[in-house]
């Protein structure tokens, strides 16, 4: 963190950061990124072919969404470890999108996408080139968390019924698919229920237990962990054997991922005829604002931990070249995902050489094992997605927000059961419109003090916290907000109500916790001096900012009150207003 | 203002506040509030006739507006010299509402006016007993200036066209209506702008010329500024006989007021069965905000220059009664009037039992006079308009707040605009937006100040606008705002920023103007305390309010800082962090 900053950069090295990065490794650098890249690629294969099922897509167009796009942002983004692809709530945001779009019509379905991505590229690239960044500040980590715990728990639910082999229709909120699910679950396959079940189960093993087992049989635990993180795809091929050996397609009635293209498309412009731009805009700006919020603190993570720099306006550009890239690739929109981006991170890559290989292992598969997949039981993806948005699920954080901060908690648990009640994009919006309100109710119920001078001190702190001393004619308070429009009214009421002591012959407010007074707050103030004037008391100010200052020279105010009557410190004031036998 | 509040008042007295008025007047008292009364009655009437016009409505819905409405608030308001009555604003959002609720139904549009008059009652008495009133905070007064202006532009438009006796659509847009304006500019009836351009120039005179004329001639001014007042009527009474004596109306075809019947309506419920309650809902939410809005602001106003009191919930309570009350005897939304209750302060009313004398003086012309207003000419009640709104418009008002401070003043021009551009309701929800947008916008960017201390002082300040005092191992930065979700990020990198220099052993953050920290801060700072200590630099907080303390208690934060690493001072933290000798 403490390296410095190299501010003059040449500019392709800011626009095309992986440049430099090259030019700065070792040799041994790049044969971890080799490792690491392979690693990464065994993790995101089977989880490409599962997103693309849960965004309503056919299998192939999660391992598109796998190529090009991390290549753009491998030459373009900050973070050295980003894995950037398809990722599970983007991938269910575009189904909710685009069931109501397409109405059935898998080509308008599949051309909905390509436009999706192309509206969420260009938003980004849009936010990046406009400095907007800080448009997506406005979602609060509460908000995000509750958002993904909500989406998360919709995933699982979609997938618990793909999982027994219960069809449920797409593009319903959560309640329906409940419902839907417990009125067919007599319609459930047994032979999908096993293999989605042992795959389950079999991949949760992968995780911990498997880690610590061969951590105990001496193996190095961050090898452990890594070789946990490949089960996935040993999972898929274990299932593809079965059910080709079991000839399950056909004898038991399973739905299985069924003949896939070979190779890749040549990236192709054909999507910018297709219509229904407009329809999706929405949904594209909310699918860019996750997607990039989601990317970039995975990206600040793992930068902090190598005490590299993340470029928030950068990222936006790069994400938005990738979505952009996506959907010249025709493939739908993505993001940098959390575990692949972590498993990534752990198996040592240092640049983004690491994802160029993981790309062209992705497409090399894509050229050579796509027949394999025929065979492959859909169930056994859907256990791969309910493996993987699991963690996701964060109760514990929810609990930790709700002691916190019960306004977070309960924004937090509104976003969560917004989502699931309303969907996705609601829930979201219903999440970042309550944590907005909560902060305005805040700040227009300021916390107003009376202080006095803790004796022997400089020091001025709340009468009823500390033993301080007071003085019957002089009034001290302490205003801890910016006075603007939402509170005036309330902090005019109770500056009404101290002042009501006949004694008070002066009132100081203590501006150190103000950095700002709107015009409605400067009326008030003037009405304030105003009425207490009239009533032969005298108004003064201490500890007012500069940039406070400097707005209200020249105000009616400051020409009322004089230079003499605001202090630079409350003690300053104290000296001159009490006299000198009574301090 | 220093009277001492009777807090345990009997509660007969909290909801009837004339009752206690009275058992204090003195008969001297008495004899003012009949000539007040007097004074404001002959100002309301041919106002309560000009504004149910404008409102789409029949001359004598006006006249309604003006008896029960009052007598109501005058038991349960408050304020002892609000005049509530029929209002330009309200009337023109009454017409906005109604004329697409109506389509062009007499009937109807009567019926929902009721209705509007209901539910803005009962909304009002709602927010009341809800004690809702914060709510309305949310109108910064650049915004509520911004609006009125707009409004009153909108009317004085609107007013111009019937003046010339051009026929303009009702419930159009400003643009629009200057369209039909220009369009129609030839088919204006030279009488009919006769008698209002002659009507307009004398209301003018009757105010600043004629007083100052009477002063001159030795009339007291207060009496002269009152006399001026009660022009309107004296220019009623001129108008309709001129035009009955030339028969204005059928030989020069100007619009006149025609037949209105006699009397007052017994009150009624018929109201209750009339459809359209859901679609009015959203109209009569915003007629009951800025009806509340403009009736409390004159009352406080008022209230202030003689040391009374307003109660802004029991406000809330009296005028929704008033409303409920107009809509059982037949009319409109009512509100507190600006100019009105100006008028009836300065004749000298001090109770409501001047607003009673005023409610029996219009219900006595209802019962004798209505006769007399068949020939009075449209033209001269639109003069009446425009003079009475004229005074709304505050262009002054629109650069004061645009020099002190230009988000402000964005935000009002924007209102004014918006109300004209979009009509009424959409540019009040457009300024009201704007406005806490910009708020937010601006804590989203946190003033962030490193500081020093002034020599000799106790007394830490921005080191580029003081000399001050710095060590090189100690960096001091005050954050001047609250740490929120919206500004975190921005706080972070500033900090990351400051904190690259190498010779920093020590990092004390000044909590002085931080009066909340929410669970994004939290984590924030967690985060930045992580990497500080991994750098071998200490966080220090200093000056942390009691408030926020108490919160950071028992968090991970508090447990890494331990109690001794937060102090009270910023000077106290200085003392411990650099060797003495330095100091």
């Known amino acids: ?155 699982v639910g979609t997938q618990l019924a793909a999982l027994m082999g219960i069809s449920v229709p797409k593009g319903v909120s959560f309640a329906v698919l409940l419902q839907v699910l417990v009125d067919n679950i007599h319609t459930y396959n047994l032979a999908a229920a096993i293999f989605g079940g042992v795959a389950v189960v079999l991949l949760i093993l992968a995780r911990q237990p498997l880690a610590i087992g061969l951590t105990k049989m001496g193996m190095a635990q961050q090898s452990a962990m890594i070789l946990g993180r490949t089960a996935p795809l040993f999972v898929v091929v274990a299932a593809i054997l079965l059910a080709w050996w079991l000839d399950a397609a056909s004898r038991f009635g399973i739905a299985v991922v069924g003949l896939v293209p070979q190779g890749l498309p040549l990236p192709s412009f054909d999507f910018m005829k297709a219509e229904g731009w407009a329809e999706l805009l929405p949904a594209a700006t909310m699918i860019a604002v996750i997607a990039y919020v989601e990317s970039i603190s995975v990206a600040k993570i793992l930068a902090f931990r190598r005490r590299q720099r993340i470029d928030p306006d950068q990222e936006f550009r790069a994400l938005g070249l990738a979505n952009v890239a996506a959907a010249c690739a025709g493939t739908m929109p993505v993001a940098g995902g959390f575990s692949r981006s972590m498993v990534n991170f752990d198996a040592g890559a240092r640049t983004q050489l690491a994802a160029i290989v993981t790309a062209s292992l992705v497409a090399l598969a894509a050229f050579l094992f796509t027949g394999l997949l025929e065979n492959l039981p859909k169930a056994v993806l859907s256990a791969i997605i309910v493996v993987a948005v699991w963690q996701l699920i964060d109760i514990k954080g929810l609990k930790h927000t709700w002691c916190y901060d019960k306004g977070d908690g309960f924004a937090q648990g509104a976003t969560l059961l917004g989502v699931l009640a309303f969907g996705i994009e609601h829930g979201l919006m219903l999440g970042v419109g309550l944590a907005l309100i909560l902060f305005l109710y805040r700040t227009s119920r300021p916390h107003i003090a009376v202080v006095g001078r803790i004796a022997g001190t400089e020091h001025y702190r709340n009468i009823h916290r500390h033993r301080v001393q007071t003085w019957p004619q002089l009034l001290l308070v302490r205003i801890d907000e910016n006075i603007y429009f939402a509170n005036t009214p ?94």
Chains 1, 2 share one sequence.
Request: proline residues 5%; negative net charge.
């Open 1 to 155: 963190m403490k390296q410095k900053l190299a501010a003059n950069k040449p500019a392709y090295l800011r626009f095309f950061p992986l440049l430099g990065d090259i030019k700065q490794a070792e040799r041994a650098g790049l044969s971890q990124d080799l490792l690491a890249g392979m690693i990464t690629a065994i993790l995101l294969i089977p989880q490409a072919l599962a997103y693309s099922l849960l965004a309503g897509l056919p299998p192939e167009v999660g391992l598109y969404a796998s190529v090009l796009p991390p290549i753009i942002y491998a030459f373009t983004g900050t973070s050295r470890t980003l894995a950037v692809g398809p990722v599970a709530v983007a991938a269910v945001m575009v189904a909710a999108a685009l069931v109501p779009y397409a109405a059935g019509d898998p080509d308008k379905y599949l051309s909905g996408a390509l436009i999706l991505s192309a509206l969420t590229g260009l938003i980004m690239l849009a936010m990046g080139f406009l400095r907007l960044g800080w448009l997506t500040h406005f979602i609060s980590h509460p908000v995000l968390t509750g958002f993904t715990t909500g989406a998360a728990i919709f995933i």
């Open 490 to 583: 309330r902090v005019e009421t109770e500056l009404h109500n101290l002042v009501l002591d006949d004694a008070i012959t002066d009132v100081v407010l203590i501006f150190s916790g103000v950095a700002y007074v709107d015009s409605s707050g400067l009326e008030m103030l003037e009405s304030i001096e105003e009425e207490l004037s009239s009533s032969k008391v005298r108004l003064h100010l201490a500890e007012v900012k500069g940039p406070v200052l400097d707005r209200l020279c020249g105000t009616k105010l400051y020409e009322s009150l004089g230079g003499e009557r605001i202090y630079l410190s409350t003690e300053k004031a104290v000296e001159q207003l009490v006299p000198a036998t009574t301090i």
